[in-house]
């Protein structure tokens, strides 16, 4: 029996080992060594990125925003710093940690300027949705850096590095910041900046742990004490980092659970066939309820108070407001009017949700095929992601090395993706390796 569970333990274990595909330890080090640098190409495609984003934030395009993450280079930084960390490289962690500064204070002062001059200064859902982070936030942060650098440090990369770039969305929160200062409203500033430090520290501890699980080798000894120390620190700065998103997210919680309760209680207490609940709100501390149609008692009210208890509406007064027949008709009329519009806005919203959907996964699909395929056509070739920006269908392309492809080769490239993409506008950036 002992022998049999050992053999099936072996046998599910090999299915998880991450031993097998590593990447070499050096070039995966050599590699988060190149990409941290902000001079030259890389700053000016990150503040390009930022500009993206800052538009795409600013007329509400989740397109937009998802373009300007797929070619946003921040995430080099920041696994840098957990990669230093993990194999006790300081001078790694010093690059690191001055090019996330410079990358940082690029990123807010290009997306102030760019808010400060657009004419354009109304928060849109998307830029609203980047103020207030919670646990979740969090927890997106640190799968997306986990998954970030399991690939990184794997031989089989794909494309898991652009989709942890779309995942832990790293630009809109700087660009946020930036229409915080940019407007003066400060809640803004911080709460988007707030979100950015968590997806920061997360990646980092995620990366960091990461090394240990895969067992890099530390680049210098480090004395016990310091170690211990080290993960004092470490430790102080992730629990200091959780303690807002926890209580963002306690708050978060217990406005829902209130709002189930108070919909419940109208719903069980107050709603009977015959009638029909206009709405609720609470004053203060009133619940005031609008309902038309069959007529609430005297008897059904007193009883309904006394019930307020259990719905967690204890300390609140009921006050309801009746119609009389003539007012039923007007408002019956006009809520149904207005759900029926409701109801063709919904539909046609979620048909073209679906329509965009069903186009994001063909071109994932689309992305995998090609990458595969373009390796023995294009040696130099190290990864391609087909996707829409602004209406437009892009090909990204990363490059292994420094050199820039031969002129006959690219145009060779982008005519082969135009074909096997079956898009003749299809537009081609190619990344190289910096």
């Known amino acids: 029996m002992g022998r049999d569970l050992r053999r099936h333990t072996r046998y599910i274990s090999h299915y998880f080992n991450l031993m097998h595909d590593r990447e070499d330890e050096q070039e995966v080090v050599e ?17 390009f990125a930022i500009l993206i984003a800052s538009l795409g934030l600013n007329v509400n395009s989740t397109a937009v925003i998802i373009g300007a993450m797929l070619v946003s280079p921040l995430m080099g930084p920041i696994i840098g710093m957990g990669l230093a960390v993990g194999i006790s490289d300081f001078e790694l962690l010093k ?5 996330y500064a410079v990358a940082t204070l690029i990123s807010v002062a290009t997306a102030t300027l760019y808010f ?52 832990t969305a790293l630009m809109p929160p700087l660009c946020t910041a930036g229409y915080g200062l940019a407007t003066a409203q400060w809640s803004y500033f911080l709460g988007a900046f707030y979100l950015f430090f968590i997806n920061t520290v997360f990646i980092a501890t995620a990366t960091f742990l990461g090394t240990k699980l895969l067992r890099f080798h530390p680049v210098q000894a480090v004395n016990p004490e310091r170690a211990r120390h080290g993960r004092r620190v470490i430790t102080a700065i992730v629990v200091v980092t959780l303690i ?17 309760n108070l919909r419940a209680f109208v719903t069980t207490e107050l709603d009977r066939s015959g009638r029909q609940i206009l709405s609720q709100q609470l004053a203060h501390d009133t619940l005031r309820v ?53 109801n063709a806005q919904l539909n046609a ?8 959907l069903d186009a994001y996964t063909a071109l994932d699909s689309l992305s995998a095929h090609v990458s595969r395929e373009a390796r023995p056509l294009f040696p130099s070739v190290e990864s391609i992601a087909v996707g829409r ?12 090395d420094k050199r820039p492809l031969p002129a006959a080769e690219r145009q060779r490239l982008e005519q ?8 003749p506008r299809l537009e081609t950036i190619i990344q190289q390796n910096i």
């Open 116 to 167: 400060w001059l657009s004419p354009l200064s109304e928060a849109q859902s998307e830029l609203l949705a980047r103020t207030s982070p919670t646990l979740y936030d969090v927890l997106i942060a640190f799968c997306g850096g986990a998954a970030g650098v399991l690939a990184l440090t794997c031989k089989s990369k794909g494309q898991v590095i652009p989709g942890v770039a779309i995942a």
């Open 389 to 400: 920006i602004a209406g437009r269908t892009v090909a990204l392309v990363a490059l292994h």
């Open 95 to 99: 690059q690191s940690l001055k090019n």
């Open 31 to 47: 590699q988060v060594r190149g990409s941290i640098v902000f001079r030259g190409t890389n700053l000016w495609i990150l503040i």
């Open 416 to 423: 082969w993706l135009r074909t096997r993409a079956e898009e």
């Open 244 to 260: 807002p998103a926890a209580v963002m997210t306690v708050s978060i919680v217990r406005k829902n659970v209130f709002e189930r």
């Open 349 to 356: 919203e979620l048909a073209d949700l679906q329509q965009r």
């Open 290 to 342: 609008v309902a038309v149609g069959r007529e609430i008692t005297q008897d059904e009210m007193a009883q309904a108070r006394g019930r307020m208890h259990f719905y967690g509406l204890a300390g609140y007064q009921l006050s309801v407001i009746q119609a009389d027949a003539a007012d039923e008709r007007y408002d019956l009329t006009s809520h149904l009017t207005l759900a029926e519009q409701n």
